[in-house]
């Protein structure tokens, strides 16, 4: 079963994508903002990330990059 994070601030869409995702037979972890968003998907094996670009704290654009620069 695919494993698929969401880093998303906003608990109604973070919610809805959550929902249509696990009807659709995926695991899904939600995270709020981009600090716990970074460690959760270094810490786990996901197949894919939905990540929001205006997060609390540290924006999407710099979640990517700090990925980038870790598991490159």
Do not use: W
Request: charged letters at 35%.
């Amino acid at each position: 079963m695919e494993h698929i994070l969401i880093i998303e601030d906003d608990r109604a869409i973070a919610r809805i994508e959550k929902d249509y995702l696990e009807a659709g037979g995926f695991r899904v972890t939600v995270t709020e903002d981009g600090e716990s968003g970074c460690r959760e998907a270094l810490r786990g094996t996901f197949d894919l990330i939905l990540l929001d670009v205006m997060l609390p704290g540290m924006n999407g654009f710099d979640v990517l990059q700090r990925l980038r620069d870790t598991l490159d």
